[in-house]
């Protein structure tokens, strides 16, 4: 079965940090562009940033950009989200996603992708 797996996710406190992991299972995604997204309830999935197959174009949402690290092992077929000075907005269902070979390198709308993980509830307390 062809799968991302989300783990990481938790609760903490304003201010505080989660590192979030994208494993995947059943085929190789290490040629895939991968992205993370989220979405909190009553809102739709938005975008929180994209990595290239290389690793060597990244983009961020503006909301996390400064806060957020996304990165990527291939050998480990691994996708990361490093979630610094979290904040009670961030609170939301966050949820990995790949595709391959898109037409822009770091898709930020859920449609340019076509595989997802099944995510991981991340809450952050005033």
């Known amino acids: 079965q062809v799968q991302l797996v989300e783990s990481g996710g938790g609760l903490v406190q304003a201010g505080g940090s989660l590192r979030l992991s994208c494993a995947a299972s059943g085929r190789s995604f290490s040629s895939y562009v991968k992205g993370w997204f989220r979405q909190a309830p009553g809102k739709e999935r938005e975008f929180v940033a994209a990595?290239?197959?290389?690793?060597?174009?990244?983009k961020y949402a503006v909301s996390v950009k400064g806060r957020f690290t996304i990165s990527r092992d291939n050998a480990k077929d691994t996708v990361y989200l490093q979630m610094n000075s979290l904040k009670p907005e961030d609170t939301a269902v966050y949820y990995c996603?790949?595709?391959?070979?898109?037409?822009?390198?770091?898709?930020?709308?859920?449609?340019?992708?076509?595989?997802w993980g099944q995510g991981t509830q991340v809450t952050v307390s005033s």
């Open positions: 990595i290239s197959w290389s690793g060597n174009r990244i």
């Open positions: 996603a790949a595709v391959l070979f898109p037409s822009d390198p770091t898709p930020v709308l859920p449609e340019g992708y076509n595989y």
